[in-house]
């Protein structure tokens, strides 16, 4: 399968589940009901934020609904010049969760933007015990995604794209070496008929 065919469907499936949740919530769910999921560390809180990730920049829309349009067709690009998944597969699939939880978040601020929604549906809060983890913010799955594919990004950076220029050092090398081998062969091979026709001027002359 195509690198670029895969990431793709990764883009869809994170829009598809993103999408999904947010459904779910907005029809089981009240404005404002807090449903405790595992206690001290997991709680749904139905809200809408009209800001940024994580419930900040409030009251922004207009503005967040450019910015996801713009980082859409840029993470777009990033994803289809990275689909090679035999050479970068974790910086391949991280541009991809990244791109799709940017779109999902794109399509509740331009919901609410047509006014067809009042804002990014989040439902998320984690606890260390009674203590919001985020700072008393709530997200969705979307931005969930986009942390996970940043993270990625830079493990990618660190542990994998900090070895390629050993990398093409090495390949420089072993080109290198080829090209002499290549190139004596092909002495070897331009001195042969030399040396034939040296003999046969040889048994000419004795003639």
Not at 84 to 104: E, F, N, P, Q
Not at 106 to 111: A, G, Q
Not at 158 to 186: C, L
Request: aromatic share 8%; hydrophobic share 45%.
């Amino acid at each position: 399968m195509s690198g670029l065919i895969i990431s793709i469907i990764i883009v869809l499936v994170t829009i598809i589940i993103d999408f999904i949740s947010k459904i779910v919530v907005m029809n089981t769910m009240i404005l404002g009901q807090e449903v405790t999921i595992i206690p001290n560390l997991l709680k749904f809180r139905f809200v809408y934020n009209t800001g940024a990730a994580f419930s900040s920049m409030d009251d922004a829309t207009w503005l967040l609904c450019i910015i996801s349009l713009v980082a859409s067709i840029g993470l777009g690009y990033l994803v289809y010049k990275y689909h090679d998944y035999k050479k970068r597969c974790l910086l391949s699939t991280a541009l991809s969760l990244v791109m799709g939880g940017t779109i999902g978040n794109f399509i509740d601020r331009f919901l609410t933007v047509i006014h067809s929604r009042n804002g990014v549906v989040d439902f998320i809060e984690l606890y260390i015990g009674k203590v919001n983890i985020i700072g008393n913010s709530t997200f969705n799955i979307a931005d969930a995604f986009l942390v996970v594919g940043v993270i990625l990004i830079v493990i990618d950076l660190i542990f994998f794209d900090m070895k390629k220029p050993n990398v093409i050092r090495k390949e420089e090398k072993d080109e290198s070496i080829n090209s002499n081998e290549t190139e004596e062969v092909s002495n070897e091979t331009s001195n042969t008929p030399l040396k034939e026709e040296t003999s046969d001027g040889e048994s000419n002359n004795s003639n």
